[in-house]
T-cell receptor, first 112, second 112 residues
Framework: KNEVEQSPQNLTAQEGEFITINCSYS?????LHWLQQHPGGGIVSLFM???GKKKHGRLIATINIQEKHSSLHITASHPRDSAVYIC??????????????FGTGTLLAVQP | DSGVTQTPKHLITATGQRVTLRCSPR?????VYWYQQSLDQGLQFLIQ???????AKGNILERFSAQQFPDLHSELNLSSLELGDSALYFC???????????FGQGTRLTVV
């Protein structure tokens, strides 16, 4: 079993729909990243959060540390949101040591 | 633009060869991370450096090595290359451990 599980693996939505991508993890973490990867490969960090909720434009990320679960929501989805969304948890070992463990990603396609 | 620069963007080389991938972190970031993304394995953490010192190791093969120089740029050395080493190699940097990480555009390595 992977330490970080994402669902769904694939998601097709119509433009304007509200989208939710889920991430569950089984390890103790200090924070969680949501990343976006477009075709062509570049990775963009959307959010890093360790508690509660963050909002940036049409994107909202929430995390529940007790339940070991995070969600990424996209409101009023648009075809340019089509990408792979990756959840990554931060394992912090103290001092200056940490590493990321990644989920397998959710491939989102938003159709016009 | 994340501020993290990776060179080269693309690299094609033959089996058995050695290559060096370079990463310049965002100005002032002390922590550098290397990740490998292959089709069958997804994103995997390789190694972390902080202010010139190795801090965390992940699934990095013995044929691979890295270092971070006094000017904080980092190099990932891959030797005795095999076909299976073909992947996207990403570098990320953060100000300190456990702060938001910013990704470079990646180096696409193709081993033929």
């Amino acid at each position: 079993k992977n330490e970080v599980e994402q669902s769904p693996q694939n998601l097709t939505a119509q433009e304007g729909e509200f989208i939710t991508i889920n991430c569950s993890y089984s390890v103790g973490i200090s924070a969680l990243h949501w990343l976006q990867q477009h075709p062509g490969g570049g990775i963009v960090s959307l959010f890093m959060l360790s508690s509660g909720k963050k909002k940036h434009g049409r994107l909202i990320a929430t995390i529940n540390i007790q339940e070991k679960h995070s969600s990424l929501h996209i409101t009023a989805s648009h075809p340019r949101d089509s990408a792979v969304y990756i959840c990554a948890v931060v394992l912090f070992y103290g001092g200056a040591t940490n590493k990321l463990i990644f989920g397998t990603g959710t491939l989102l396609a938003v159709q016009p | 633009d994340s501020g993290v620069t990776q060179t080269p963007k693309h690299l094609i080389t033959a089996t058995g060869q050695r290559v060096t991938l370079r990463c310049s972190p965002r100005s002032g970031d002390l922590s550098v991370y290397w990740y490998q993304q292959s089709l069958d394995q997804g994103l995997q953490f390789l190694i972390q450096y902080y202010n010139g010192e190795e801090r965390a190791k992940g699934n990095i093969l013995e044929r691979f090595s890295a270092q971070q120089f006094p000017d904080l740029h980092s190099e990932l050395n891959l030797s005795s290359l095999e076909l299976g080493d073909s992947a996207l190699y990403f570098c990320a940097s953060s100000a300190r451990a456990n702060t938001e990480a910013f990704f470079g555009q990646g180096t696409r390595l193709t081993v033929v």
